[in-house]
């Protein structure tokens, strides 16, 4: 490739980046992982590597201000359990005419973390789990990323049934299917959530900006902070915007320690 041309790309590259907010990436074995075999093998033509070399373990975001974490919501008497109990035959929209299971979440409840995805996916639908397939695969790895394991979390869907032919669902199925979630999200009483998602975020936030620009902070839901990121089947599809989520992964991973102390 020609000199002029490549320079050129690696500055569009480093401005695309910089407007994202990313300027160091920390490496650890995890890290490297999550970020896939392609940051290890090019050293001269992935210029956030050149950044990671030159700034290896730096981490801009620790001058991020954090807020603190809201007094926990009122727990509800109702459980997780309960709720899955009562909503594992709903057939309160016509998502239920074509889906193997209702999957209303995997994890801890009261582990103080809540990860919300979109809807589940045939193989999630399948599995009944919100973790199948690849995208399940590659959430696992996020999560190592940050020193978490399928018990430190309660993953869970802003809509529970998958949909024919993985269309997104209709306004009237999320809005009929989003109760369900606020009565998680009471039983579970989570400290921090995490949005994965487009939909999941507009829906649990109300607020139809862009993914892209709702990333990266925190929002509130009835004083929980919430944190929206890509989702892991957007991730796979678009793997240059895990270096992205990883940023978001990291403030989560912050805003975890401040109330483990
Ligand atoms: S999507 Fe939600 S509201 Fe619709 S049938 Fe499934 S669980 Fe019930």
């Known amino acids: 490739m020609h000199i002029t041309k490549f320079l050129k790309q690696v500055r569009n590259l480093l401005e695309f980046h910089k407007a994202l907010g990313i300027s160091t990436y920390p490496l650890t074995p995890e890290i490297k992982q999550f970020l896939g075999p392609s940051m290890q093998k090019n050293k001269t033509s992935d210029p956030a590597q050149s950044i990671a070399q030159t700034k290896e373990s730096a981490v801009d975001y620790e001058h991020t201000p954090i807020p603190p974490v809201a007094p926990p919501a009122a727990s509800s008497k109702e459980t997780i359990a309960d709720i899955q109990q009562e909503m594992q035959g709903c057939t309160n929209c016509r998502l239920h005419e074509e889906r193997n299971h209702v999957v209303l979440g995997e994890g801890t409840p009261k582990s103080g973390l809540m990860i919300i995805g979109d809807w589940p996916s045939l193989e999630d639908d399948l599995q009944n789990t919100p973790l199948g397939g690849e995208a399940g695969d590659l959430l696992i790895k996020m999560l190592k990323a940050i020193n978490l394991g399928?018990?430190?979390?309660?993953?869970t869907l802003a809509v529970k049934c998958r949909t024919p032919g993985n269309r997104d669902p209709d306004p009237d199925e999320v809005q009929t299917c989003l109760p369900i979630l606020h009565r998680q999200i009471k039983a579970a009483a989570p400290k921090v959530i995490c949005t994965m998602g487009s939909l999941a975020t507009h829906t649990l936030l109300k607020n139809n900006d862009l993914l892209f620009r709702l990333r990266g902070h925190f929002h509130s839901y009835d004083?929980?902070?919430?944190?929206?990121?890509?989702?892991?089947a957007f991730l796979l599809k678009n793997p240059e915007m895990?270096?992205?989520?990883?940023?978001?992964?990291?403030?989560?991973?912050?805003?975890i320690a401040t109330f483990k102390k």
């Open 150 to 155: 399928q018990d430190d979390v309660f993953i």
């Open 223 to 232: 004083g929980i902070p919430v944190m929206p990121t890509f989702a892991p």
């Open 242 to 255: 895990k270096k992205t989520a990883w940023l978001d992964l990291q403030m989560i991973q912050r805003k």
